[in-house]
């Protein structure tokens, strides 16, 4: 919130790339591209998003389901949370995502409505989560037998 309700386009584009989440807008039912923050393009380096439908930038993405669920979105207004999403990205081609798909309705004069998406690739989390379970499933029954022999050993 700030004073006067304005700030600079420029000003909200520049801190939007501060953040490490991928955003991106999406804009009416052809869903083009028509904001991508620095990590967003990082899912596709090289490849020009702006103005673009999203199955032109994701081909690969055609018969997924993803374009039904942004525009099912962009038509109800219901946010689709994403949890563990797989989608390959050019750095992790095993790439799991998390995040949420939300509408911005359409402002002042002939905007059309749009989607932002909010994602992080959360990969990584979860391999440390998967691998900390694998280990305390191996490690919990030698935990199991040191307390019964501690216990043996104090009743004696």
């Given at each position: 919130i700030c004073p006067n309700g304005a700030l600079s386009e420029t000003l909200l584009a520049t801190a939007i790339d501060m953040v490490d989440a991928c955003v991106a807008i999406l804009s009416g039912p052809e869903l083009r591209y028509t904001f991508v923050n620095k990590a967003y393009q990082a899912i596709k380096p090289g490849t020009a998003m702006l103005g673009r439908r999203y199955l032109e930038v994701f081909a690969e993405a055609a018969g997924s389901g993803v374009e039904q669920r942004l525009l099912e979105v962009l038509a109800t207004g219901r946010p689709w949370r994403i949890e563990r999403y797989h989608a390959p990205a050019a750095s992790d081609p095993q790439a799991?995502?998390?995040?949420?798909?939300?509408?911005?309705?359409?402002?002042?004069?002939?905007?059309?409505?749009?989607?932002?998406?909010?994602?992080?690739?959360?990969?990584?989390?979860?391999?440390?989560?998967?691998?900390?379970?694998?280990?305390?499933r191996r490690f919990r029954p030698s935990t199991m037998r040191f307390r019964c022999s501690r216990s043996a050993l104090l009743l004696r």
């Open positions: 799991l995502w998390e995040g949420e798909v939300v509408r911005a309705d359409a402002g002042e004069g002939n905007m059309a409505a749009s989607i932002v998406v909010f994602i992080r690739n959360v990969t990584e989390a979860v391999r440390v989560q998967q691998a900390l379970s694998a280990s305390e």
